[in-house]
C-alpha cells in the first residue's frame, strides 16, 4: 500500500509536469504552442511538396518537348505515381501539365487549377477548391529557356469541415486542441483576438485565419487533468487489489467458521471497491456516457470472482464445523428437502430468466457479431465483449449452482439413492413452476434455450458435488482443466439463447428499418439528391471555381 501511495503521487507529479509542457502556465502559452505547431505543420507540408515537385521536374520525362505518344504517357504516370508518398494518397496529389495548361499524367487526390495560376510563376500558394482548402506547390519545367511543361503538387489541407458547403473553413487536430482554420485574403486586417492569429503562405493570395475556442481550450485541459487523476486512482486501485494476498493466505489457513465468513466478506468488499475505484477514474475520459467494452469487462471480471468467493464459501461451509444438522427418514423431513430444492430451482429459474432479458438487450445494442469468437479483425472493444461474456455466462451459471447448493449447506441427508430423488423432484418442481410463472408474467423468452441453461446448471451442481471435494487433491494441470471446462460449460450453455437473441435481433431490424428503406428507396434518393444539389448551390466559391475552369474543360 506504501508503494502504491508513493507510485500515485509519482504519475500525479509527472501528469502535472507534462501539462505544464504541453499547456503552459496560461491560455496565452498554449496558443503559442498551438501556433508554432501549425505553423511548423505547415512548412513541413510545404517542404514535402516541393520535395515531390523537384523530384518529378528532374526528370527527363517530365520536361520532354517531344509529342507525347501512348507509351510517353505511360511513363509519365508511371513517374507521378513513384514520386508520390504511398502513405499519404488520401489527402496528397501530383499533376503534370503541357504548355496549353492540360493535364498529362496524375496521380493521388488532385484538383482542377485555373489556367493562370497553372501558367504562372513558381509558387506555394493556398487555394480554395471543391474539396476544401489545397497547400500547392507550382513548379515549372523549361528548356533552353522556353516552359514545357508544369509540375503542380498539391495537399488537403482540410481533415473536417466544420459545416456541409462551407469548402473554407476547416478544422485540423493538433496534439493539444483543435482549431478552426479559414481561408481569407492576404491583405486582410490581422486578428485581434487572443485566441486568433494568422498562418501566412508564401506567394500566395490567401492566408489562413486561425481560431481556437476557449471552451476546447479548457476541455483538453480538464481531459489532461482527468487523465492524470485516472492514472492515479488506477494506481491505488491495483496497491488494494494486491493487498488481498495476505488476505488469501489467512483464509486458506483458517479452521474457524467465523474467521472464514469475516475473511470471505472482506475479499468481496475489496473487489467490488476496487471495480468502483476503477469506475470513477475512467468515467470522465470515457468517449461516450454509455457503458464502453471495458467497463463491461471490469464488471464482469468482479462478478465472476464475487461468484466463485460465494461458491467456494458454500462448499467451505458444507465441510466446517459445526456440520449442518442431519435430517431422518421422516415426512417432514423429505418435505423440507423437497421444499428447499423447489426454492432454489425457481431462484436459479428466476435468475437466468433475468440474464435471458438483459442479454437480449446486449445483443439489440451491440454492432458487433457475438456469434463468432475470432480474433480477427483484432478489435480491442470486441475481444473486450467477447471474453466479457464469456465471464458473464459463467459469473450467471455458477451464479444458480450456488442457489442449488445452498440447501445441502442447511440440512446433511443420509446418502441413499431416495433422498436424491426427493431432491431432484423438488429441483423440477421449482424449475417447471418458475418457467411457467415468468412466461405468463413477464417479458417473452425462448423457452428451449432456457431449458438447455436449466439443465447447464442442475449438471454443474451436480459435478461440484463430485468434484468440490477432490479438486484440493488434484495437481495443478488438473486444477487448470477443471477451471476451462468451468468457464467453457456456461458459454456453450448460454450459446443457444445468444444465437435466438441474435436472430430475433436481425429479424427486428430487417423488419423495422430495412424493410422501410427499400419501400421509401426512390423518395430518399430523390430528397438526398436534392439535398446535395442545395448544398453545392451554397458554396461561397462556386462561382469563381466555375468561372476559372477552362473553355475545353468538360
Known sequence: MRAGVVAALVAGVAGYAVERVRFGGSDQAALDRVQVEIRDRFERSAASLSAIATRVAANPEAGSSAPRDPAGIRRLFDLVATALPQDNTRRTGVTVYDTAAASLAWAGRVSDLPKERVQGPAAMLIAPSALGPRLIRVEPITADGVRVSTVVAEQSLGMTEEAPGLVDTFVMQTSTVQVTLRLGAAAAPAATSPYRFVVPARDSPFVLEAE????????SRARWR??????????????????????????????????????????????????????????????????????????????????????????????????????????????????????????????????????????????????????????????????????????????????????????????????????????LAGTAAGVGIVRAAGPPVPIGPLAIALAAVGLSAVALARVGGRLRRMSQSGRLAVFFIALL???????????????????????????????????????????????????????DFVNGSSADTP
Do not use: N
Request: net charge positive; aromatic share 8%.
Open 212 to 219: 481556437v475556442a476557449p471552451a476546447d481550450l479548457a476541455a
Open 226 to 427: 482527468s487523465i492524470t487523476w485516472a492514472t492515479m486512482l488506477c494506481i491505488v486501485g491495483a496497491a488494494v487489489l494486491l493487498s488481498m494476498g495476505p488476505l488469501v493466505d489467512m483464509r486458506r489457513r483458517t479452521r474457524e467458521t467465523s474467521h472464514f465468513l469475516v475473511l470471505t466478506a472482506a475479499l468481496i468488499v475489496i473487489v467490488v471497491c476496487v471495480r468502483v475505484i476503477v469506475y470513477f477514474a475512467l468515467a470522465p475520459i470515457a468517449p461516450t456516457p454509455e457503458p464502453t467494452p471495458l467497463d463491461l469487462f471490469l464488471t464482469t471480471v468482479t462478478m465472476a470472482s464475487v461468484v466463485w468467493l460465494v461458491l467456494d464459501l458454500i462448499e467451505r461451509r458444507r465441510a466446517a464445523r459445526p456440520r449442518p444438522r442431519l435430517l431422518m427418514p421422516t415426512s417432514g423431513a423429505m418435505a423440507t428437502i423437497a421444499a428447499g430444492y423447489a426454492a432454489a430451482g425457481f431462484g436459479a429459474c428466476w435468475l437466468l430468466w433475468a440474464y435471458e432479458g438483459f442479454l437480449k438487450r446486449v445483443v439489440a445494442d451491440t454492432t458487433l457479431d457475438l456469434l463468432h469468437f475470432s480474433l480477427h479483425p483484432l478489435s480491442a472493444s470486441r475481444i473486450a465483449i467477447e471474453f466479457a461474456l464469456v465471464l458473464l455466462h459463467s459469473a450467471i451459471v455458477w451464479g444458480a449452482v450456488a442457489i442449488l447448493r445452498l440447501p445441502p449447506m442447511l440440512w446433511r441427508t443420509p446418502r441413499s439413492g431416495r433422498w436424491r430423488l426427493i431432491a431432484t423432484a423438488g429441483w
Open 489 to 543: 460449460t456456461p458459454a456453450v450453455a448460454m450459446y443457444p439463447s445468444l444465437l435466438a437473441h441474435a436472430t430475433e435481433a436481425k429479424e427486428r431490424l430487417v423488419a423495422t428499418e430495412f424493410g422501410s428503406q427499400a419501400a421509401t428507396l426512390r423518395e430518399d434518393l430523390q430528397r438526398r439528391l436534392q439535398q446535395a444539389v442545395e448544398q453545392i448551390d451554397a458554396i461561397p466559391s462556386l462561382a
